[in-house]
């Protein structure tokens, strides 16, 4: 059974830091690309950044680029969002996702992942 479960959320404020992670288990991490979602208020599910299997490449969306950095221990079986210079619309749910193949079509597609975790609630400040 595979999980994926993420920590490291919490309340900040505008400009601050946070570092999100996500503990997977039930497959082999080192095999699957690996993706950071998030849901704001009202809001649809978004890309946020991805991940290759061997962490050799990465994509980010271009609302968080020079901010967040999506890294991975894959000895470890943990994917981590380093998070930097938060502004209020950074405000949501972020969720990890593990991809369905080792290789990626286009790493923006939600239905690019076959598991997704429950949710780890980021909360910036003005």
């Known amino acids: 059974q595979v999980q994926l479960v993420e920590s490291g959320g919490g309340l900040v404020q505008a400009g601050g830091s946070l570092r999100l992670s996500c503990a997977a288990s039930g497959r082999t991490f080192s095999s699957y690309y690996m993706a950071w979602f998030r849901r704001a208020p009202g809001k649809e599910r978004e890309f946020v950044a991805a991940i290759s299997a061997s962490g050799s490449t990465t994509s980010y969306a271009d609302s968080v680029k020079g901010r967040f950095t999506i890294s991975r221990d894959n000895a470890k079986n943990t994917l981590y969002l380093q998070m930097s210079a938060l502004q209020v619309e950074d405000t949501g749910v972020y969720y990890c996702?593990?991809?369905?193949?080792?290789?990626?079509?286009?790493?923006?597609?939600?239905?690019?992942?076959?598991?997704w975790g429950q949710g780890t609630q980021v909360t910036v400040s003005s």
């Open positions: 996702a593990s991809g369905r193949n080792s290789i990626w079509y286009n790493p923006i597609r939600q239905s690019e992942y076959r598991y």
